[in-house]
């Protein structure tokens, strides 16, 4: 039941549209076991540094033993959808047993920004390294978040709608629990320097 933000290199910059975030199932499966519902995002565009107040219900019909997550993040263009490979990471990557994943992402932090985030969801989401994962229900009404700056490399990843695609899948039996796209609009306020230091835009 991890819920990841990540953000990477795009290759053109686009006028930003979107003033509500746009959720959407993709599961092939219409019944599969994990349910995320009521999703709600502020503010939108998503300024990065920043606050967002996220609110979301996370259902799982069933026990299971923990799960993998394939992310697809993609920057809508003129041409259509760029795919934004992964990167240190960072972007349409595939993590394996999400119970250990926001442990990792804290110790490796990733491009100087994934620690700052895994530790806030830590702490946000109950039991986040308990596996299997038991049959239950968990809202999150209100929640505030703190994006970090985007980091120097990552500069074009700014002022642009993006499409972020992530997948479960059951450990072990490879099936399907949920498949989830969201999208949003991204600005980018600053960029951080690899010492972290800021440079205003």
């Known amino acids: ?14 006028q930003a549209r979107r003033n509500e975030l746009v959720f959407e199932d993709c599961s092939s499966n219409v019944d599969h076991p994990l349910q995320i519902t009521s999703v709600q995002v502020t ?9 967002i107040t996220l609110s979301f219900t996370v259902e799982s019909a069933r026990d299971f033993n923990g799960a993998d997550v394939k992310l697809r993040l993609a ?10 490979p992964c990167f240190r990471n960072i972007g349409s990557c595939t993590y394996t047993n999400t119970c250990t994943l ?6 490796g ?13 830590k702490a946000m989401i109950p039991h986040y390294n308990t ?14 978040l703190q994006l970090p700056s985007i980091p120097t490399v990552l500069v074009l990843l700014s002022n ?5 695609q992530f997948k479960f899948t059951e450990r072990g039996t490879g099936e399907e629990l949920g498949c989830y796209r969201v999208k949003f ?5 600053s960029t951080s320097g690899w010492l972290g230091r800021r440079r205003r835009r």
């Open 1 to 14: 039941m991890k819920i990841l933000v990540t953000f990477i290199l795009a290759v053109v910059t686009v």
């Open 43 to 51: 503010p939108m565009p998503i300024v990065a540094p920043g606050n």
């Open 160 to 164: 642009g709608d993006y499409s972020f």
């Open 102 to 107: 926001l442990d990792r992402m804290d110790r």
């Open 131 to 144: 596996c299997p994962v038991r049959r239950g229900r968990t809202v999150f009404t209100d929640v505030q």
């Open 109 to 121: 932090n990733w491009l100087h920004i994934s620690s700052t985030i895994a530790r806030q969801l």
């Open 185 to 189: 609009t991204l600005a980018s306020g």
């Open 75 to 84: 920057r809508e263009t003129w041409f259509g959808s760029v795919r934004i």
